[in-house]
Each structure stands twice: as structure tokens, then as C-alpha cells.
């Protein structure tokens, strides 16, 4: 087998044989996982004959780790035959490394278009609400969209791949992203071991460091203004108001209908004149930050 070819319009050209002596002609099927928060990396190749290519059941399910290169045993609703499993095997040895190239790609591309499009109200996520709401811990988007569309910087050579992370405490009405910068020259990690990570208030385009990280990349000024000529605070905003429903959902789904918390109450009544937060005070929302880093902006 070699996959012949991935076009700009996504289309995976596929030449295939079971056996090198082989006529017939094989009608192929790619299946990929459809769960946006999936963090698996197989694709199955669904083999039908030219007697059974209307039929719902493929003549073979062959499933490949397109990272890892390998043949996978699949378990559960579809289940890897002895049979599959060795022609996945022989088919995963036949892949030169262009044609895992290409199906790296179809695969994320896949995985993007699925991230993009999923309806939130059919995702049931589990999150660390202790954690979140006691420890102030800040929820990755990637850890809840493994394949998400990476938010990349180009400065001097350098390929900066932005992590951003945010707070969903039901408590805490900010405006921040929490900020990890990954720089790579060609193939070399800059600052693998010791990023440089802001918070970036995506409201009021201001940030704050809090690890200034390697010297060896841009310094965080020229960063934050390639995110500002970028619009990337856009991004932020969407991804945190994303996160903070599928965080409300959750808790909804324990506590029942959620009701506005006391802290935010008691934010809003101090902007009515009652008496008010001292701006190095410990912020009410449990974040552990100051005030006038927090929900004071």
C-alpha cells in the first residue's frame, strides 16, 4: 500500500493490495475517533470487496497508530480480529515515511475540523473541581481539546507554540490566559525546561509576567505585541468562555442549577460603595492572586 497522495483539498489518494499478486480492487473507508476531547491517534482503514462494497460491514478493519507507527489491537464495540491485526502489522511495515506523513496530516486536519465543530451541550467533560476551585488550578485548553488548532507566533526563525491555559472558577470573573511560551528553532527546543509564561488579560490587552523564562527567545514585550497585531486576545476569549460552559455544565450536572456565587455578589456590591477591596488583598475569588491582578481589572 502507499498513500499516493493528499491534495489542498484534503482529498487521501490510496494504492492498495492485501497481497503484491493480487487483482481486485479494494473500496476504502478511513475511520477517526469523532470525540473532540479524544486524545487517541488511530486511524482504521475499513477494506470493502468489490461483492461487499454497498454492505454496512467492511471486509476488513485494519487500525494503525499514525504517531506512533505501529499496528493497534483495538478492544470494546469494534474489536480487532486475529486476522486484522496481522494485516495491520504487515500493512504498518508497507508505510514508507511519506506516507505517514500524509496521514498524519489528514488526521489532524480531521481532528481540527471535529474540534472546531463540536456542540458543547453533547460533551461530557469531568474536571478537577477542587482543584479549580480552592487551588485557583488553571484548566490547558489542550488538555480539554488535545487536537485543537495550535496558536503559533513567527518572530526571527523562531516557531512559537502559544499553551494557553485559564481559570474557570465559578467564583472569579477574569479576563486572563495563562501564557506558556514554546520556542523551536528547526528542529531544536529552545526552552523546553524553563518557558517564559505571562498572564495575558485578553480585555485590557495588559500582561504580567510571572516566569521570564530563557533568554534565548524574544523578550516578552515583542510577544505580547505580535498577540496584540495578531487579535489573538479574540481566541482567548472564545477558548475561556468555551471552557468556563463546559466547566458550568459539569458542576450543573452535580450541584444542580447553579446560582450566582456569594463572592461575586459581594464583588458587585463593593462597586456600589459599600467598602472595598484593598488592591494587594488576597482576591475573594480563591485564585490566590492579588486583587488588582484578578477581578479587579
Known amino acids: 500500500m502507499s498513500i499516493v497522495n493528499y491534495s489542498e483539498d484534503k482529498t487521501l489518494t490510496i494504492d492498495y493490495k492485501l497481497n503484491d499478486d493480487e487483482n481486485e480492487k479494494w473500496h476504502i473507508k478511513l475511520d477517526i475517533c469523532t470525540n473532540p476531547t479524544c486524545g487517541c491517534r488511530d486511524v482504521t482503514f475499513e477494506l470493502y470487496g468489490s461483492e461487499n462494497k454497498e454492505s454496512a460491514i467492511p471486509k476488513h478493519r485494519m487500525t494503525i497508530d499514525v504517531f506512533k507507527n505501529k499496528a493497534v489491537k483495538l478492544k470494546g464495540n469494534k474489536p480487532t480480529s486475529k486476522e486484522d491485526f496481522q494485516l495491520a502489522k504487515a500493512l504498518a511495515k508497507k ?11 489528514f488526521f489532524l486536519d480531521v481532528k ?16 478537577p473541581e477542587k482543584k479549580i476551585e480552592k487551588d485557583g488550578l488553571m484548566i490547558g485548553y489542550h488538555n480539554i481539546f488535545p487536537y485543537a488548532e495550535d496558536i503559533v507566533i513567527e518572530l526571527d526563525d523562531i516557531h512559537y507554540v502559544l499553551d494557553d491555559q485559564y481559570c474557570l472558577s465559578y467564583t472569579c470573573p477574569c479576563t486572563h490566559t495563562g501564557l506558556s511560551f514554546l520556542a523551536r528553532k528547526k528542529d531544536l527546543a529552545l526552552n523546553q525546561y524553563n518557558p517564559l509564561f505571562i498572564i495575558f488579560d485578553y480585555k485590557t490587552n495588559t500582561y504580567e509576567i510571572e516566569n521570564r523564562g530563557t533568554k534565548k527567545i524574544a523578550s516578552p514585550k515583542v510577544l505580547v505585541k505580535e498577540i496584540q ?43 456600589d460603595g459599600a467598602p472595598k477591596i484593598g488592591r494587594n488583598d488576597p482576591c475573594p475569588c480563591g485564585s490566590g492572586k492579588k486583587y488588582k491582578k484578578c477581578c479587579m481589572k
Do not use: M
Not at 95 to 105: A, G, T
Not at 112 to 127: E, G, P, Q, V, Y
Not at 236 to 261: C, M, V, W
Open 112 to 127: 481540527r475540523h471535529i474540534t472546531k465543530s463540536a456542540s458543547i451541550k453533547d460533551l461530557n467533560i469531568t474536571f
Open 95 to 105: 508505510l514508507s515515511e511519506k506516507d505517514w506523513r500524509h496521514l498524519r496530516k
Open 229 to 271: 497585531r495578531k487579535q489573538l486576545g479574540e481566541v482567548f476569549k472564545e477558548r475561556h468562555e468555551k471552557l468556563r460552559t463546559l466547566y458550568d455544565n459539569y458542576r450543573e450536572a452535580i450541584h444542580g442549577p447553579l446560582k450566582q456565587s456569594r463572592i461575586r455578589q459581594e464583588i458587585t456590591r463593593t462597586s
